[in-house]
C-alpha cells in the first residue's frame, strides 16, 4: 500500500464514527423537535387526525382542556366548532357503502370463491388440465 492510499484509510476510520456519532443526535434531538416532542409539560395535543386530500384535512385538536375541530387545506386552517368536551366517536356499525368490514372475513370470502371456482375449473379439464378427459389420455398413449 503506497502512503497515500493508508492515509486516506485512516482518515475514513476516524471520520465514520464521527459521522455516525452526529447522525445518531441530529436524529435523537433534532428531528424531536420537528416533530413537537418537547420535555416538560404539554398543553395542546391532536386528539384525530383526518385527511381529506393530499395537502388538506380535518384535525380535533385538545387545548386546556377544551376541544377544537380545525379544518386546514395548502393556504389556510379554519376553526370549524369548539367543543367544552370530547365529542361522542362515531361507531360504524351499519353495513352500508361506506363500512369498513374486517379484513379476516373479506379474505375467507375472496379464499373461498377462487377456491370453488378452481375446484369447478379442474372438474371440466379433468386432473391433468389439459382439457381432456383422462380416459381420453390413456388411449392416446
Not at 11 to 28: D, E, H, S
Not at 83 to 107: H, N, Q, R, Y
Not at 116 to 138: A, F, H, I, N, V
Amino acid at each position: 500500500m503506497d502512503s497515500e492510499t493508508l492515509w486516506l484509510f485512516i482518515r475514513m476510520i476516524i471520520l465514520l464514527p464521527l459521522v455516525l456519532v452526529l447522525a445518531y443526535f441530529t436524529i435523537k434531538y433534532g428531528l424531536a423537535r420537528n416533530k413537537g416532542f418537547t420535555a416538560g409539560a404539554r398543553h395542546m395535543r391532536v386528539v384525530e387526525h383526518l385527511p381529506l386530500g393530499p395537502k388538506g384535512g380535518l384535525t380535533l385538536v385538545e387545548i386546556g382542556g377544551r376541544y377544537y375541530l380545525v379544518a386546514f387545506q395548502e393556504d389556510s386552517i379554519s376553526l370549524l366548532k369548539e367543543f367544552d368536551s370530547l365529542p361522542e366517536p362515531i361507531t360504524g356499525t351499519g353495513a352500508g357503502p361506506g363500512s369498513v368490514k374486517d379484513f379476516k372475513e373479506v379474505l375467507s370470502q375472496q379464499m373461498k370463491q377462487l377456491s370453488q371456482q378452481y375446484l369447478t375449473g379442474l372438474r371440466r379439464q379433468g386432473k391433468s388440465g389439459s382439457g381432456c378427459p383422462e380416459g381420453d389420455q390413456e388411449e392416446k398413449k
